[in-house]
Each structure stands twice: as structure tokens, then as C-alpha cells.
């Protein structure tokens, strides 16, 4: 039996990744890595980078392809399938290594928020003893990035999906509300006057693009910095805190 240890590894600065998490990296025996496709394969690399940078003894390290989800049945049923999928590519790469006693994997970001590696690991059998190690959450790198507070003094914030606010708008009595996963700039179905935005991408990285201000002035620029930056690269990575303008 092995243990499998999440290690979060930030928003794509080697820097990000804590003390902690380096130790973690030097114990394991085998590290799995994903490959979501050629045009995302620097993201393999940047994990191959925080490896060597971690450790001068590298350990083990199995690939594996990640499945691509199917949404025809619906979002949650697409997801609950998409995830045992995914947790037989970590099983049938594990039993590659019957060695191997302590497994990790780089978690971009934090595995605890807004990321599924633990539901994926509850899906293992036999069940790992599963250990995090916590990273620099998306939100933490954007608002360090733009150098503001995400509360109001007294007030709670939300943090949701793009998902959620197009098919449910904006939530009563939230003044501000940072949103993650959202591939259709969903914010162009809100009351644009009403807001102020504060958005990144590659938060964090050498590629960081930061922009912000009224929602109504920013949102195409927002949009076609977003079409383009994806273009370039392949692939785009971003979030963004909204506000009540009532609130700033």
C-alpha cells in the first residue's frame, strides 16, 4: 500500500511552492504528472522545473493523458464520470511502479479550492492514505497582484464559477464575489454599470496580465486581451474579483 501526498504548487511561479511542499516533492518516490495535449504542454514542463528545483535527487515520475469530459448528460453527471476516468489513468499509472511507496502530484494552485484532486483520490481502490500540502491559491496571486483586500471590513464575499452566474446572476446582499473556471467571460451577463473588475491571467507567471476598473469600460478589453493571450499560448489560466460599485 502507498500514501499519496496533493501538493499545491501555486498559480505558476516555482517560487510559490513553500518549504513544505519541497520536502514533500524530495519524499516522494514517484510523482504523476498530467498531459492535457501539445498545446499545454508547458504546464508538464513548469512541473518537470519545480521538481528539479526542489530536489537534485529527482524520483520517479509517470505520466499520464487526461480523458477528455463529456457534457452531454449533463454538467454533474460530466464531471462525476470525467472524474473516475481520471482516477483509473492515476491507478493504471501507479501500478506501473508496485515500488513505490509514497506518490505525489503537483496541484496547481491549492487542492482544496476549486480543484478535484481529492475527490479523484477518494475514487482510488484500494484507498490511499491521501495527505495536502496547501500552495497559493489563483485568488490569493490575483489579489497580491493588484494589491487590494478581497473583504470589506465585516462583510463575507462569495467565490463561485462563471457557470453559476450566468444561470443564477449576481448573489443578493454580495458586494463582492471572486469568480474561477470561467471559460465564457461570464460577467458580460451582469449589469455591467454596476461593477468594478479586477482580472489576471498566468497570475503569477512571467506571462501575468493584469487589468481593472469599471466592468462596463473593461469588459472588451478584458475579452479580446483574453482571445488573444489564449491564442498565443495555447491555453489561458484566469480569475477575477467582482464589486458592487456601491461597495468600493
Same mark, same amino acid.
Given at each position: 500500500?502507498?500514501?499519496?501526498?496533493?501538493?499545491?504548487?501555486?498559480?505558476?511561479?516555482?517560487?510559490?511552492?513553500? *518549504?513544505?511542499?519541497? =520536502? !514533500?516533492?524530495?519524499? /516522494?518516490?514517484? &510523482?504523476? %504528472?498530467?498531459?492535457? @495535449?501539445?498545446?499545454?504542454?508547458?504546464?508538464?514542463?513548469?512541473?518537470?522545473?519545480?521538481?528539479?528545483?526542489?530536489?537534485?535527487?529527482?524520483?520517479?515520475?509517470?505520466?499520464?493523458?487526461?480523458?477528455?469530459?463529456?457534457?452531454?448528460?449533463?454538467?454533474?453527471?460530466?464531471?462525476?464520470?470525467?472524474?473516475?476516468?481520471?482516477?483509473?489513468?492515476?491507478?493504471?499509472?501507479?501500478?506501473?511502479?508496485?515500488?513505490?511507496?509514497?506518490?505525489?502530484?503537483?496541484?496547481?494552485?491549492?487542492?482544496?479550492?476549486?480543484?478535484?484532486?481529492?475527490?479523484?483520490?477518494?475514487?482510488?481502490?484500494?484507498?490511499?492514505?491521501?495527505?495536502?500540502?496547501?500552495? *497559493?491559491?489563483?485568488? =490569493? !496571486?490575483?489579489?497580491? /497582484?493588484?494589491? &487590494?483586500? %478581497?473583504?470589506?471590513? @465585516?462583510?463575507?464575499?462569495?467565490?463561485?464559477?462563471?457557470?453559476?452566474?450566468?444561470?443564477?446572476?449576481?448573489?443578493?446582499?454580495?458586494?463582492?464575489?471572486?469568480?474561477?473556471?470561467?471559460?465564457?467571460?461570464?460577467?458580460?451577463?451582469?449589469?455591467?454599470?454596476?461593477?468594478?473588475?479586477?482580472?489576471?491571467?498566468?497570475?503569477?507567471?512571467?506571462?501575468?496580465?493584469?487589468?481593472?476598473?469599471?466592468?462596463?469600460?473593461?469588459?472588451?478589453?478584458?475579452?479580446?486581451?483574453?482571445?488573444?493571450?489564449?491564442?498565443?499560448?495555447?491555453?489561458?489560466?484566469?480569475?477575477?474579483?467582482?464589486?458592487?460599485?456601491?461597495?468600493?
Amino acid at each position: 500500500m502507498y500514501d499519496l501526498t496533493l501538493i499545491g504548487i501555486g498559480t505558476g511561479n516555482p517560487d510559490h511552492v513553500t *518549504i513544505q511542499g519541497i =520536502q !514533500a516533492i524530495r519524499r /516522494a518516490d514517484l &510523482i504523476l %504528472i498530467p498531459r492535457k @495535449g501539445e498545446n499545454k504542454s508547458d504546464l508538464a514542463g513548469l512541473r518537470e522545473e519545480i521538481i528539479s528545483r526542489a530536489t537534485d535527487k529527482a524520483p520517479l515520475i509517470a505520466y499520464f493523458d487526461i480523458p477528455k469530459r463529456q457534457a452531454g448528460d449533463g454538467y454533474l453527471r460530466g464531471v462525476d464520470e470525467w472524474h473516475d476516468a481520471i482516477a483509473e489513468r492515476w491507478k493504471a499509472a501507479i501500478e506501473l511502479h508496485p515500488d513505490a511507496r509514497n506518490i505525489a502530484l503537483l496541484i496547481w494552485g491549492d487542492p482544496s479550492l476549486y480543484d478535484s484532486a481529492l475527490r479523484i483520490a477518494a475514487r482510488l481502490d484500494p484507498r490511499p492514505k491521501t495527505r495536502v500540502v496547501p500552495g *497559493i491559491t489563483a485568488l =490569493q !496571486a490575483l489579489t497580491a /497582484a493588484h494589491a &487590494i483586500p %478581497i473583504n470589506e471590513i @465585516g462583510d463575507p464575499f462569495v467565490v463561485t464559477t462563471g457557470r453559476r452566474i450566468r444561470e443564477e446572476g449576481w448573489p443578493s446582499a454580495t458586494k463582492k464575489m471572486a469568480v474561477m473556471l470561467d471559460g465564457e467571460c461570464s460577467f458580460q451577463s451582469l449589469k455591467m454599470d454596476d461593477f468594478d473588475i479586477w482580472w489576471g491571467a498566468y497570475v503569477g507567471m512571467k506571462e501575468e496580465i493584469l487589468i481593472n476598473g469599471p466592468l462596463a469600460e473593461k469588459c472588451q478589453e478584458i475579452m479580446s486581451t483574453r482571445a488573444k493571450a489564449r491564442a498565443d499560448h495555447g491555453w489561458i489560466m484566469d480569475v477575477y474579483l467582482l464589486a458592487k460599485r456601491t461597495a468600493t
